[in-house]
């Protein structure tokens, strides 16, 4: 088989990110330099129906890797593509991509960091922008951060494997959702006054049994909310 989309990862990766492991410890998963995460439709592929935990598959001719665990396919919509997980320390074995343990060597590895929900947190981008610089005199290079919730909207870190939106079009499209929303709901005001006009009959029992107009005003307003309840769970279904 020949896959064209892996990911070279730390051993935090299941523990960073929330993608579900249908088999294995996600902890653990990555630690051993042996060691591969493979999809459930990677699994299928390659073992078919067998329990893939624990074995063995062969990438690039002689390197041996022990499945040490098995993942969820990732959702169309995430930036996150592969079938196979491998620690990050074998990618020069296994490809040309070259880590060279100097500041002098620049990569196009993808670095993600967990920040704490406090305050401090919003001051990570300024203090680390010149941490480049402060290593290599002769680096103009900045460093700087961007929220995963915005990869799909803000085009700075040139890592987007799905199609970006356009926040305009969004908003656009929302404007118009609400005024389809506004008619709709005028539309059945409407039609509800006008079924109301038709109980003239209903009322003056009631009426005559006792009822006030606030009665009768209450009464319709649950009716009213009741029919509105009852279409927005149908819609959520």
């Known amino acids: 088989f020949n896959e064209t989309e892996t990911i070279f990862a730390d051993p935090n990766f299941f523990?960073?990110?929330?993608?579900?492991?249908?088999?294995?410890?996600?902890a653990n998963c990555l630690n051993a330099t042996n060691s591969i995460v493979i999809s459930?439709?990677?699994?299928?592929k390659y073992f078919e129906e067998q329990d893939p935990f624990g074995k063995q598959i062969k990438i690039g001719g002689d390197q041996i890797f022990t499945v040490q665990g098995v993942y969820k396919d990732f959702p169309k919509n995430s930036n996150f593509r592969g079938d196979i997980i491998l620690p990050l320390e074998?990618?020069?074995?296994?490809?040309q991509v070259w880590i060279e343990p100097s500041w002098k060597y620049p990569t196009d590895i993808h670095t993600f960091i967990l920040a704490g929900r406090t305050s401090a947190s919003e001051n990570i981008p300024g203090k680390i922008k010149d941490y480049l610089s402060n290593h290599v005199a002769d680096n103009p290079g900045k460093l700087a951060l961007q929220p995963i919730k915005n990869l799909h909207t803000d085009r700075q870190t040139g890592w987007e494997s799905?199609?970006?939106?356009?926040k305009s079009n969004l908003y656009f499209l929302a404007v118009i959702g609400l005024v389809i929303l506004a008619?709709?709901?005028?539309?059945?005001?409407l039609l509800f006054i006008?079924?109301?006009?038709?109980?003239?009959?209903?009322?003056e029992v009631k009426k005559v049994c006792g009822a006030s107009k606030s009665i009768l005003l209450r009464e319709y307003l649950?009716?009213?909310?009741?029919?509105?309840?009852?279409?927005?769970?149908?819609?959520?279904i």
Not at 16 to 24: A, I
Not at 90 to 95: E, G, N
Request: glycine fraction near 4%; hydrophobic fraction near 45%.
């Open 40 to 44: 459930e439709s990677a699994a299928k």
């Open 15 to 26: 523990t960073l990110f929330s993608f579900p492991l249908e088999k294995g410890d996600a």
């Open 90 to 95: 074998m990618i020069s074995k296994l490809t």
């Open 162 to 166: 799905v199609p970006q939106v356009n």
């Open 183 to 189: 008619m709709s709901a005028a539309n059945f005001l």
């Open 194 to 203: 006008g079924t109301t006009s038709q109980r003239t009959k209903n009322n």
């Open 222 to 236: 649950k009716e009213a909310l009741l029919y509105i309840a009852l279409s927005i769970v149908l819609s959520l």
